[in-house]
């Protein structure tokens, strides 16, 4: 979406913490290209964007272009400053990154979603915006016209081609699965047990039925922002069920009452194996899938080759297992 010339400045971005920078005011930015992005290091649709980011930083920070991130959580634990850094080393991103905790910059730029990218031109004026992934070509060809109108005889790069056959202008997208919360507050469970807010409750083996509807096994605790067990043995188990349509499934969790515990993953009651496993899946030698849960993130669990229907199995013992959300993906050849 191109936003007409010369009519809205943009706003003061330094009312955050500032993580792997010195501060910076839109005074500062004055006379670049600049290219703010909303977005929050457990979201799915924010990672997928980065390499772009990255890469446009690299071609063309030299030629007058600034990039800003804006670092708004989505949830509670994405709000500490130790976990965003953690987000930013382990993304390899190296343009300055403000947190944005109370949201003042949000509201500032009237913004709504993640991810979320604005071009300001070299005069402090708003360009060009675009929500949501894709668009990678049309959002690379406004930043070099921004860049020619700094220096009309600069050298430019040819555009960047697609970093995954998902990108390739015109790919099919799926209806999937949408993104499923936990907590009473945005998610819904599936089972029959009248709802406990905040105290434990035990969950039967449900009949799973309805899609895209979350269903619990074992001792849980309902929260307003997640659920977690609350086993009182080791030798139990707590269950999550989940029909879904997508080829790939991710899971943010915030391992804040253990460490480096295994969450055991099936896939229409089988491990998953080579073909299907995510990227933070493990197969042991017995060929049982897993993944083993350290850091407050998102996990991706499982990568089918195609979009489909599935039956989502997790079991875990420990009473680390906080679940927030479920994301999935709809792109794929």
Request: glycine letters at 6%; proline letters at 5%.
């Amino acid at each position: 979406m191109y936003v007409q010339k010369g009519k809205v400045r943009m706003p003061e971005i330094n009312t955050g913490k500032w993580i792997n920078s010195h501060e910076i005011s839109t005074q500062q930015l004055k006379g670049k290209v600049v290219l703010v992005d909303f977005w929050d290091y457990t979201c799915v649709n924010c990672i997928r964007t980065l390499p772009y980011l990255r890469e446009w930083y690299e071609r063309y920070h030299e030629k007058g272009l600034e990039v800003v991130g804006v670092h708004a959580p989505e949830f509670t634990f994405s709000r500490t400053e130790e976990n965003v850094r953690k987000g930013i080393v382990e993304f390899e991103i190296r343009y300055p990154v403000v947190m944005d905790n109370d949201y003042k910059i949000w509201q500032a730029f009237a913004n709504r979603s993640w991810p979320s990218k604005y071009l300001i031109d070299k005069n402090g004026y708003f360009r060009y915006a675009h929500f949501g992934e894709g668009n990678y070509i049309e959002t690379e060809m406004a930043i070099q016209l921004l860049i020619k109108e700094l220096d009309p005889d600069v050298d430019l790069p040819d555009l960047m081609k697609p970093i995954r056959d998902s990108d390739i202008p015109g790919i099919h997208c799926y209806r999937v699965s949408p993104e499923l919360f936990l907590g009473y507050k945005r998610g819904k469970l599936g089972n029959l047990e009248e709802l406990r807010q905040d105290e434990p409750q035990e969950y039967e083996k449900p009949e799973i039925s309805e899609e895209d509807t979350i269903y619990l096994e074992g001792r849980w605790i309902n929260t307003s922002e997640f659920i977690e067990p609350a086993l009182e043995d080791s030798n139990e188990g707590a269950h999550v069920y989940l029909k879904y349509t997508s080829y790939e499934v991710n899971l943010v969790i915030n391992p804040e009452k253990d460490k480096d515990f295994k969450v055991h993953i099936m896939q229409d009651n089988k491990n998953l194996d080579a073909e299907n496993a995510g990227d933070d899946a493990e197969i042991d030698s017995e060929g049982k899938s897993y993944v083993v849960v350290s850091d407050p993130k998102m996990y991706n669990l499982i990568k089918n080759k195609d979009v489909g229907s599935h039956l989502l199995h997790l079991s875990t013992n420990s009473n680390g297992f906080a679940v927030f959300a479920f994301t999935f993906v709809s792109c794929a050849l």
